[in-house]
Structure formats: structure tokens, C-alpha cells
């Protein structure tokens, strides 16, 4: 199975992180991998084959030192427990402290956002697409993971919609504007269609974190609309499977 290791810095030995690509599984068009052979899609939700998705999840599964603490996404701010976490809860971020512990977010262009802290003693994950990061995901996400005895937080962002493909409308560029007016720099127009703008959700992401005290932010770089080979993209496809994006302490 081919992943994506964060290329980040100053994270302790006794943290683990990986992103996984549309290839390596068994999947089924169009949930597949678009060369010829099955799709990696971790997705029960998207209307792909059930059994095909627990074969990827049992795929998944030998990577890891446990279950991964699946979420139900719902595009909102709750941070839960991932030790805790039982029957996918209503959420978009988990954090974990206790080693084997897998905190796991699922994406197909939404950004995920992996955390720890300097130390080594607290992990998280967070699904932040941008009304998580407007509602404040990842400021809830830092918050819980300093209650939990987090010092210097660091933090990758990974595989999302890159800055030349996430248009959106003057109803995002308002809601982060009334938020912070310096996040308008994440935003160009588009002269050919008036009220439209290509976001930089990838700094917009920086910026939050940089706000509650999170600079060491790595990755980013990544467009899961233009690379077709490697991501699943619902905003190219609509009909698609998902990634997942996890990380634990060892």
C-alpha cells in the first residue's frame, strides 16, 4: 500500500503519521485506483461495495496498532477522545495520549491536519475544509490537546484541493473576512467570473494555527484535484471514495 509520511520536523521518535493515496486496494470504478487495479477507498459512507471497503480497512489495519477511532465527519468543531471514541461519534477531530491509541481523519479535498506536541505525550487529527477552519476546528483541536498536557505543538497539513482549483463563492471569503480581514490575502479573484475566488486553504490554515501559537507548520503542496493518479477528489468527481489521514503514539 503506498502512503504519504509527513515530512515534518521536530517530532519525537514515538510518533507515527501516514497518509494514504487512492492506490492499493480493492475498490471497484469509480472508487478505483484509475491504472487498472483496485482502489484504496476507506469510505463506508460513499456508496462503494461494503465488502470491498472492509477489505481496505483490513488492509489499512496491518499497518497499525490498533483500530483506528473512525469519526463520523460532519463539517463542525467537536474534538473527541479517540480512546474513547465508540461508534463513529459526530466529530471532526480526535486527539489521543495514550500509546496505540489511532486518531484518523477521512478526506477527498478537505485539508487534514495532523498534530502532536515536542514531547511526545499528545496526538491529534482534525478534518478542517473551510467550515471547520471558519467554525474553529483546529483552534479546538490545539485547545484539548494543551488540556491534556501538550507543550510546543507542530503540525502537517495534508493532501487537499490546492490553491489553483478550490473556487468558491463571496459567502467563504466572508465568512473568514468577518473573522480576520488579513485572511483576504488567501483569496484571488477570478477576473473571467465576477463573485468568484480561488481560496488558499492551505494558508488559511497556517494562519489559524499561527493565531493560537502553532509556527511549526510543515506539508502542504498538494492538489487532490490535479493529481487524479494518486487522490480522490469530490469536487473533480463527485462520486468518490476517501482518504485517511492518521497518527499515534507508539
Known amino acids: 500500500m503506498d502512503v504519504i509520511v509527513p515530512d515534518w520536523v521536530d517530532v519525537p521518535a514515538n510518533v507515527a503519521a501516514f497518509s494514504t493515496l487512492r492506490r492499493g486496494g480493492v475498490s471497484h470504478a469509480p472508487y478505483d485506483d484509475v491504472a487498472g487495479s483496485g482502489g484504496m477507498n476507506l469510505g463506508t459512507h460513499v456508496g462503494d461495495n461494503p465488502d470491498d471497503v472492509r477489505l481496505n480497512r483490513a488492509l489499512l489495519r496491518t499497518l497499525l496498532p490498533a483500530e483506528p477511532a473512525w469519526l463520523n465527519q460532519v463539517h463542525g468543531i467537536t474534538v473527541v477522545d479517540a480512546a474513547t471514541a465508540a461508534g463513529s461519534p459526530d466529530a471532526d477531530a480526535s486527539i489521543a495520549t495514550e500509546p496505540g491509541v489511532v486518531c484518523v481523519i477521512q478526506t477527498a479535498d478537505c485539508l487534514p491536519v495532523l498534530l502532536c506536541d515536542s514531547s511526545g505525550r499528545v496526538v491529534g487529527a482534525a478534518h478542517a475544509g473551510w467550515r471547520g477552519l471558519v467554525g474553529g476546528v483546529l483552534e ?111
Open 140 to 250: 479546538n483541536t490545539v485547545a484539548r490537546m494543551r488540556n491534556a498536557g501538550a507543550d510546543d505543538i507542530v503540525a502537517w497539513l495534508g493532501p487537499a484541493i490546492g490553491p489553483q482549483t478550490f473556487e468558491v463563492g463571496e459567502d467563504v471569503v466572508t465568512a473568514f473576512t468577518q473573522r480576520d480581514m488579513a485572511m483576504r490575502s488567501a483569496f484571488v479573484a477570478i477576473p473571467s467570473r465576477p463573485g468568484k475566488y480561488l481560496a488558499d486553504i492551505y494558508r488559511l490554515a497556517r494562519m489559524v494555527l499561527g493565531k493560537v501559537g502553532v509556527s511549526k507548520v510543515d506539508g502542504g503542496g498538494f492538489c487532490t484535484v490535479n493529481d487524479k493518479d494518486r487522490f480522490y477528489s469530490y469536487r473533480r468527481d463527485r462520486v468518490t471514495g476517501r482518504m485517511a489521514s492518521l497518527i499515534w503514539l507508539k
